[in-house]
């Protein structure tokens, strides 16, 4: 509000003036020219965000516990848990949902922003809990007999890999999750450069045309360079997320035929994915035939859909964010977790009984990830990011986006990460 001063002052001029007006003659104080209002204030937050992390998160958690992990068990999990062994073994789509809502959040999380405010965001929101979880793997299979999803790296490779870049030098990847991570680092980089150029909405649409083409391309000629500019197997999910953003947040009809367009190359990338698991190890083994992975996509897109229309406002339940904050150390310790008890408990116990146990002190190791590293060392890396760029000081309002006069309101999750 102007009456409370000017940025970096102390007293407002025109309000001290007013002050001393008679009050019939009181008028509402104007801001000089060359000062703009401050940014609309945030809209509510999205509750059904977090909630759709979380069932990503289970999904993919389920999947590597009943589905994926034979090493775990000693044989199949199919045929350990026959009853849910075709939902499970879709589990392994929880990542494309993440995606999804990585394009949604991360275009809403760059809009309005520079690309260091961009940087802080997302380097605060990632490295905090990934450094734990890189420490506590290489501290496990360097000092304890755990042999499950052993890397088998150097010390000097778990070094780089508290980088997240290991992949652009070859290196393995200390957790098997973490591949996401890559993808969504090179992602942060195309929206970055993306935004050097000033986002709006007819821009957006544009950009996003430009890539759904270079994925085609991407996968006609198969160029590695290609393959890793424009990330043809994530691409669709990102290009999806984007979409729905401009729908949720400006009502753009046109991304409706990006939204099209995003669907059938996620079909595409999402058949061949799981097809590749099939061929491996047999159906019998991985029941999950082409017909069940476009019902789930499907179900992904419609979920998605259903966000942006405002379809699922009711989820107002103020726990679910707590839910989707542990999401994130969940997805990065879950496997970590089952490498402990299901090979040292799998003689012992019920195999139900023990996943279900796998699961709850995933959650609530999660939990205390969240509480005790997550959280606090956000504040505490973004606080020196911050002011390493000199974002400590108070800032200025900006003008209104040229696209939306009225400027909705932003939704109050543009700092999270999606993925997870």
């Known amino acids: 509000m102007w009456n409370r001063g000017f940025p970096g002052t102390g007293t407002d001029p025109i309000t001290s003036k007013v002050r001393d007006l008679p009050r019939r003659t009181r008028v509402t104080p104007v801001p000089p020219r060359g000062l703009t209002a401050p940014q609309t204030a945030r809209g509510p937050r999205l509750v059904e965000l977090d909630t759709l992390r979380f069932v990503a ?31 499970t073994a879709l589990g392994i789509l929880g990542v494309e949902l993440f995606f999804l809502i990585s394009g949604f959040v991360i275009l809403m999380s760059v809009w309005g922003r520079t690309i260091g405010e ?3 965001s997302r380097v605060s929101r990632l490295y905090p809990a990934y450094w734990f979880a890189v ?9 304890s007999g755990v042999t499950a999803f052993d890397p088998k790296l150097t010390t000097g490779e778990y070094a780089v890999n508290l980088t997240m870049l290991q992949g652009a030098f070859g290196i393995g990847h ?32 544009v950009f996003m045309s430009v890539w759904a083409v270079l994925v085609g391309a991407a996968e006609v000629t198969q160029s590695p360079v290609l393959d890793f500019v424009v990330l ?9 997320g984007m979409a729905f953003y401009l ?13 099209a367009v995003s669907y059938g ?3 595409h990338t999402a058949l061949r994915r799981v097809a590749e698991r099939v061929a491996s190890i047999g159906i019998a083994h991985y029941p999950a035939p082409p017909r069940a992975v476009i019902v789930a996509i499907t179900l992904i897109f419609a979920l998605m859909a259903a966000v942006a229309l405002g379809w699922l406002r009711w989820l107002r339940w103020r726990p679910l964010v707590t839910v989707g904050a542990l999401t994130y150390p969940l997805y990065l310790l879950h496997q970590t977790v089952s490498a402990v008890l299901i090979p040292s408990y799998r003689d012992e116990i019920d195999p139900w009984l023990l996943v ?25 890396l973004r606080a020196r990011l911050e002011a390493l760029l000199g974002r400590s000081r108070p800032r200025r309002g900006r003008r209104p986006g040229p696209d939306s006069p009225d400027r909705p309101p932003v939704p109050a999750q543009s700092h999270e990460a999606s993925v997870p």
């Open 174 to 205: 200390a957790g098997g999750v973490f591949w996401s991570l890559w993808a969504e680092l090179r992602f942060y980089v195309i929206v970055a450069v993306f935004s050097l150029f000033g986002i709006t909405v007819r821009r957006c649409l």
């Open 247 to 259: 729908i949720h947040r400006f009502r753009s009809w046109p991304a409706w035929i990006l939204v």
């Open 135 to 143: 420490i506590v793997i290489f501290i496990m299979y360097r000092f």
């Open 356 to 380: 279900g146990v796998t699961m709850t002190v995933s959650i609530a190791l999660a939990y205390l990830v969240y509480r005790l590293v997550d959280r606090p060392g956000q504040r505490w």
């Open 57 to 87: 998160a289970f999904a993919v958690m389920s999947f590597h516990f009943m589905a994926a992990s034979k090493s775990l068990w000693g044989e199949f999990p199919a045929s350990l848990f026959p009853a849910v062994s075709r939902v």
């Open 118 to 120: 961009f940087a802080v």
């Open 232 to 240: 043809p197997k994530q691409a669709p999910y990102f290009i999806g």
């Open 265 to 267: 190359l996620a079909l």
